[in-house]
């Protein structure tokens, strides 16, 4: 039964019951006693809902907290190597261009040639590396990009559970049998 149902029908009786007649008071009571103790056989449902809502808030956050850190640690992983590649594939072209530079310097009539072509390799190198290095960062961070979203969905479901949760507890509290009293007392 719907605990606000059942708060709106003991709202109702009170309205209804005359304040003065101890017999009519004792009918009436009764039946108040009735629903409340339907309102308390409701209860356990809802806080059940409530609780498993929040055991399955905790388990969404576990898991992207889980997922988050593995695949922060997959990206740095992956970065390290691709840098660990890009230098290897530097040292491999340095060492080529040296090589090459040293062949060349045997031939005298081409040592500013050989000078050139060292640095331009080294150069290529260079920016072979930095360009590694970017694309491992980009990876990283647009890993990074997707694990916030999923944490976002994560928060507003979360939000939406509470703010389902809370009307419940406001209207509960704004519609007691003793509110109820003094409002009529008012008039």
Known sequence: MDILRLLDDLGKMIEETPAWGPITWRLDRDEISMQISKIRASLPQELKAAVSTVRESERIIDTAREDATMTLEASRKEGERVIAEARQEAERLLE?????????LAESEI????????????????REAVQMRRGAEKYA?????QLEGVVGKVMTTIERGKQ?????????????????QREKARV
Do not use: G, Y
């Open 111 to 126: 040592l500013k040639l050989s000078k050139a072509q060292s640095e331009e390799i080294r150069n290529a190198a260079d």
């Open 96 to 104: 080529q261009a040296k090589l090459e530079q040293q062949r060349m």
């Open 141 to 145: 961070f647009d890993v990074l990009s």
């Open 164 to 180: 389902e949760m809370t009307p419940r507890e406001a209207n509960a509290n704004n519609n007691t049998p003793e509110r109820v």
